[in-house]
């Protein structure tokens, strides 16, 4: 009777150590969504003023930067993983012709405002990189383990789903080229 006591309270205390180890796992992977969001908010904060300096050498540019901003409002209201690849794949595009505009002015480029935007921009496109590349590994452990016996079971039970990974539109594989 003694070691059933001590079977049941070794499983209470595996299943306890399980259910802790899931919740843990899973915020790890909000956590890392977050930092995404945290990076990509400062590149959504770097657009207006990009923007308004290509602006006041390119005034007949009016569709280019549109096209910016309206990319960049779409980025901010997307909520999930592929919705937020999606916004990001057409906010990178956008992003992309208008530093294409940049090549006609010669004025532009050698611009301070222009300069330290672009060196931003691009440090900034770095940390979205490993953001998403951090995300995407927390996911990929979190899935694995939801996944694995005997934590299957118990995920399953307590409602774990696995994690969407953050996956970039085809077009916005590659971060937009802005060196000149």
């Known amino acids: ?38 990076q990509l908010q400062r590149r959504h904060d770097l657009v207006p003023n990009l923007v308004e300096t290509v602006k006041g050498y390119a005034e007949h540019e009016k569709e280019t930067f549109e096209r910016v901003i309206e990319a960049r409002s779409k980025a901010i209201a997307a909520q999930t993983p592929a ?7 057409e906010l990178s595009q956008a992003l992309s012709r208008l530093l294409a505009i940049v090549e006609n002015y010669p004025q532009l480029k050698a611009n301070e405002n222009f300069l330290r935007l672009q060196e931003e921009l691009t440090a900034t496109e770095n940390k979205v990189g490993y953001a998403r590349q951090a995300y995407n590994d927390t996911v990929m452990f979190y899935n694995q383990t939801i996944q694995m016996f005997p934590y299957n079971l118990l995920a399953g039970m307590l409602g774990f789903k696995p994690a969407e990974y953050y996956q970039a539109e085809e077009a916005a594989q590659a971060a937009p080229k802005v060196q000149f």
């Open 83 to 89: 919705e937020l690849g999606k916004a990001e794949g």
């Open 1 to 38: 009777m003694q070691w059933l006591w001590i079977v049941l309270l070794a499983v209470v205390l595996l299943v306890i150590g399980m259910y802790n180890r899931l919740v843990q796992l899973k915020n790890r992977v909000q956590n890392a969504w977050h930092q995404i969001q945290v």
